[in-house]
């Protein structure tokens, strides 16, 4: 092969490199381009790209999967602040109701002379404040558990142990109510979750059941029969005729069963229940069996 040959493969292979150099440089500024035009405007556009590279196909592809993430989280972010600000605005009823009922029997303890009276007006100022207190907490709470980035470390704890102690410290609450909880817990039973989160499901579970349960609560605690590898905890209570709840919307914020609001209560107690299983990968859901209202919480077992 004589030097002139040699020259001219060398020169034809440097062109074919130059322009494919050439034609990649032109992909990566097109593909620039767009995302520049993406990060600029509010537009649903994604990148584009229609040549052969596998290389440039696959870069367009890693953007569009970045872009996609970030819209979403966008709209989880947009979808939380929405429901933070709902949930301000229908709760300031809420907390407007004990604070004027405060104020009145503040004013009627300062003008009665009797001890008896002072004494009963005391004790409606004392229950006012704590249920304000309570509803002030489930709100902030709520709103602690709606932030996309909300998180509970997850171990394996004794479901058992959690929710007799849970339901020991409801005693007083029971006996003052008149219910004697129906208790059926097996013992030993441990699943992955978080100790707190169950606490709090579970207080909401138990309050439920004083504010509006009637005549008996049924608590249970079992292996799924259908599944070895989960937990169910199921809490039932006897239902009034006036204040029969949607098992389809329970779960929903600020739902209420009686529209009258005659119960001091936030609405968002089984909200809250059911963001929070969630978090430890669980289920909740609800169903009316007879005058039974159940709510059914599985979580993972060890």
Same mark, same amino acid.
């Given at each position: 092969m004589?030097?002139?040959?040699?020259?001219?493969?060398?020169v034809?292979?440097?062109?074919?490199?130059?322009?494919? =150099?050439?034609?990649?440089m032109?992909?990566?500024?097109?593909?620039r381009d767009?995302v520049?035009f993406?990060?600029?405007?509010?537009?649903?556009k994604r990148v584009?790209?229609?040549?052969?590279?596998?290389i440039?196909?696959?870069l367009?592809?890693?953007?569009?999967?970045?872009i996609d993430?970030?819209?979403?989280?966008?709209?989880?972010?947009v979808?939380?602040?929405?429901?933070?600000?709902?949930?301000?605005t229908?709760m300031?009823?809420?907390?407007?109701t004990?604070l004027?009922?405060?104020?009145?029997?503040?004013e009627?303890?300062n003008?009665?002379?009797?001890?008896?009276?002072?004494?009963?007006?005391?004790?409606?100022?004392?229950?006012?404040?704590d249920s304000?207190?309570?509803?002030l907490?489930?709100?902030?709470?709520y709103?602690k558990v709606?932030?996309v980035?909300?998180q509970?470390?997850l171990?394996?704890?004794?479901?058992s142990e959690?929710?007799?102690?849970? =339901?020991?410290?409801?005693?007083?609450?029971?006996?003052n109510?008149?219910?004697?909880?129906d208790?059926?817990?097996?013992?030993?039973?441990?699943?992955?979750g978080n100790?707190?989160?169950?606490?709090?499901? =579970?207080?909401? =579970?138990i309050?439920?059941?004083l504010?509006?349960?009637?005549s008996?609560?049924?608590?249970?605690?079992?292996?799924?029969?259908?599944?070895?590898?989960?937990?169910?905890l199921?809490?039932?209570?006897?239902?009034?005729e006036?204040d029969?709840?949607?098992?389809?919307?329970v779960?929903?914020?600020?739902y209420k069963?009686d529209?009258?609001r005659h119960?001091?209560?936030s609405?968002?107690?089984?909200?809250v229940?059911?963001?929070?299983t969630?978090?430890?990968?669980?289920?909740?859901?609800?169903?009316?069996?007879?005058?039974?209202f159940k709510?059914?919480?599985?979580?993972?077992?060890?």
């Amino acid at each position: 092969m004589t030097l002139e040959i040699v020259i001219i493969i060398l020169v034809a292979l440097l062109l074919a490199v130059s322009l494919l =150099l050439i034609n990649s440089m032109s992909q990566v500024k097109n593909i620039r381009d767009q995302v520049h035009f993406i990060a600029r405007n509010d537009t649903n556009k994604r990148v584009s790209f229609y040549g052969k590279s596998r290389i440039m196909s696959g870069l367009a592809k890693d953007i569009n999967n970045i872009i996609d993430s970030y819209r979403e989280r966008e709209e989880k972010v947009v979808k939380q602040d929405k429901e933070i600000k709902d949930t301000l605005t229908n709760m300031s009823h809420d907390i407007r109701t004990p604070l004027t009922s405060l104020k009145g029997y503040f004013e009627l303890l300062n003008e009665s002379e009797d001890p008896a009276e002072q004494e009963k007006y005391r004790n409606i100022i004392t229950e006012r404040i704590d249920s304000l207190g309570e509803i002030l907490e489930t709100m902030f709470f709520y709103t602690k558990v709606s932030n996309v980035n909300y998180q509970v470390p997850l171990d394996t704890i004794d479901m058992s142990e959690i929710v007799m102690q849970t =339901l020991f410290s409801y005693f007083d609450d029971f006996e003052n109510a008149g219910l004697t909880p129906d208790v059926d817990i097996d013992e030993n039973l441990r699943v992955i979750g978080n100790e707190q989160s169950v606490k709090r499901i =579970l207080q909401n =579970l138990i309050k439920n059941c004083l504010v509006h349960g009637d005549s008996h609560v049924k608590i249970t605690l079992k292996s799924s029969e259908v599944d070895d590898k989960e937990v169910i905890l199921t809490v039932g209570n006897g239902i009034r005729e006036n204040d029969i709840p949607d098992a389809a919307k329970v779960f929903d914020r600020f739902y209420k069963a009686d529209k009258s609001r005659h119960v001091a209560s936030s609405g968002i107690g089984l909200s809250v229940a059911k963001k929070l299983t969630e978090a430890m990968n669980g289920t909740i859901s609800a169903s009316l069996e007879d005058d039974l209202f159940k709510i059914t919480l599985r979580l993972p077992s060890v």
